[in-house]
């Protein structure tokens, strides 16, 4: 069973940078499919990345150009970085897992396994 933990949340001024992580805590998931989601207040929860086993990775158009997903598979762990933080990226963000092979790893795909959030605040 994948059991998922994210940290590295926080308050930001914006204009700053974060990492977020995501580990595997039982060390179950051997590097298959990942993404990251966020939700915004009052807003659906929208997908950013993914990342399948093979590295190749996809991103929201929103997220092209600020949003880097990257993962090191040794350490069980899945990887966000957002540079030039927004006020509107102020969202509690989710990583979520699956055994997809790298063809059926996509933004859309039916992700089964869910961490708890952790939440991001961006002050102007």
């Known amino acids: 069973q994948v059991q998922l933990v994210e940290s590295g949340g926080g308050s930001v001024q914006a ?17 298959h499919c990942m993404a990251w989601f966020r939700q915004a207040p009052g807003k659906e929860r929208e997908v950013i990345a993914s990342i399948a086993r093979d ?3 996809h991103y929201a ?6 949003f880097t997903i990257s993962k090191d598979n040794s350490k069980n ?19 979520a897992a699956d055994y997809f ?3 059926l790893c996509e933004l859309g795909s039916p992700f089964g396994y869910w961490g708890q959030g952790t939440q991001v605040t961006v002050s102007s």
């Open 101 to 103: 092979p790298p063809s």
């Open 55 to 57: 590295n190749s990775a």
């Open 77 to 95: 762990t899945l990887y966000l970085k957002i540079d030039n933080l927004k006020p509107e990226d102020s969202a509690v963000y989710y990583c």
């Open 15 to 31: 204009g700053g940078s974060l990492t977020l992580s995501c580990t595997d805590l039982r060390n179950t998931y051997s590097g």
């Open 61 to 66: 158009f929103f997220a092209e150009g600020r």
